[in-house]
């Protein structure tokens, strides 16, 4: 696939065409929304749906293939799977429950929510693989702004499921099947890689700007019409017109590519004969730029390098001319901050340490997220759209924000990005001390702060792979770190929470046990020893990353020494 030329629009065409795919990419977050009729439909027990919603987080995460497929296929054929993944998926759901095809195996069920889920991951690799390659100066903005959208994701649906869909279940997953199929073969087009530009861009800054504040309005848009919509009931044509304005600001970011558009006109020519012609090198040089391998085929670290560059080419000229003189016998291993192969970041204790920290952070509150409803009833909350708005909104700020301060600091302080996680993993141990204690009035603000620190895990997670362990190989390093979420549902959610409830729902409905019936369990016993265990992983993973933190701090002071971003040699492999 043919590369773009540098510093033009298709990459900020691509950048608005990615928000709506990682929107998109957000639908297992509406687990919550028809887990309650599945459950009451299909006579689950909360084991049952505990374990469905695994298989819901297996699906999202599970991306080792998406991970591979992303450096040998162009990121429309990604797309494509990921559609199709859609499509059958929650075809099969529909089908269950709304009693289409009467009793389809339950085992049937765990895999076709698995395999929709798994869509999420086909999309959200193809766009932020992409992205991140087409500007590897901003990575951390790239990554919060990405994965902003992607948090948002869920107060999005939960707009369209209570507006549009009327609250129905299943409307909703008719409208996960189709209509994600639908805007994948509309986008998949503009989603392609490009060449990045070769030095800082003041212009770029104030375009992530702009969409930063656009993503910031877009959410405080949503959380404010869920509520009023929920306290007023608006008539439908109020509520209809609320969604429309919420398609609208979803188009915000492409009027980066249109002002593009129109101050491209406006260039004068004299301007434009005077940047061409400075020297006939510098001409030849850039004509053979464009005409060479597809972006990061052979090393994704030496496109970019500024001023830094004249000393690499010219440190790797002098290792090619040992190479060939025999001077260089052996090949040496990349050091942290350069392109890893995946075997050779296996074998680092960088990579497990922040593996295991991420579990922690994510595992914990997508078990939360998973057995949001049943805690909202548990609890005296039986409407949940308001809990799951609120959840998405703070996921959503988490994200964007943690990509903000994170770059900040690492720019102007070196400070790794990982002290962040220490901060938020700290913040969820008092958390889930809250969950806990059950106070009245606490949960709203329980689940807004849980948001919160669980949106920065990711934000944070994205960019600090690709700064330890390269690019190149980054959908592959990416897919891996992302299982941490569903091990940790399995763990935490699967095998503890679904535990938990079953066993005090059982206590309190001994006189009436009936065989499979689906029954409720009301109270603060329902999950408090799930919270409590939550806490104590979130300790451990809160010392596990003070020593990552530690450990890391020489490479950020390499890449960020001088307040901006320089890639090191690569090793040659």
Known sequence: MANLKAGTRPPWVGLGAAVWVQIASGNAYNFPLYSHSLKSVLGFNQHQLTMLGVANDFGENVGLIPGIACNKFPPWVILLIGALSCFFGYGVLWLALSSKVQSLPYWLLCVALCVATNSSAWLSTAVLV?????????????????KGYGGISAAVFTEIYSTLLRNSSSKLLVFLALGIPVLCFIVMYFVRACTPASGEDSSEHAHFLFTQGALIVL??????????????????????TFLVIMVVLLMAPFAIPIKMTFQRMRVSKPEMHHQLVETPDSVIQEDNAEKTEPLLKSSSSTTILGSFRENVEASEVAMLLAEGEGAVKKKRRPKRGEDFRFTEALIKADFWLLFFVYFVGVGSGVTVLNNLAQIGISQGVHDTTILLSLF??????????????????????????????????????????????????????????????????????????????????????????????????????????????DTEAAKQQVPNLLSNSSISCLGPNCFRLTFLVLAGACGLGSILSIILTMRIRPVYEMLYAGGSFRLPQTSNH
Not at 219 to 227: E, F, N, S
Not at 410 to 418: A, G, L, M, Y
């Open 130 to 146: 992409t992205n991140m390659r087409n500007f590897p100066l901003s990575r951390g903005t790239v990554a919060g702004v990405l």
């Open 219 to 240: 959410g405080l848009y949503v959380l404010t019409t869920t509520i009023l919509n929920h306290i007023f009931h608006f008539s439908a044509p109020v509520s209809n």
């Open 392 to 501: 998405s909104f703070c996921n959503f700020v988490g994200r964007l924000g943690g990509g903000i301060v994170s770059e900040h600091f690492v720019r102007s302080k070196t400070i790794p990005r990982t002290i962040w996680m220490t901060c938020t993993q700290v913040m969820m141990i008092v958390t889930y001390l809250l969950f806990a204690s059950a106070i009245d009035g606490i949960l709203y603000a329980a689940t807004a702060l849980l948001g919160i620190c669980y949106g920065v895990q990711f934000s944070i997670m994205i960019p600090t792979v690709s700064e330890l362990f390269g690019l190149k190989h980054f959908g592959l390093f990416y897919n891996f770190m992302s299982l941490g979420n569903p091990l940790g549902a399995f763990l935490f959610s699967g095998l503890l929470a679904g535990y938990v409830y």
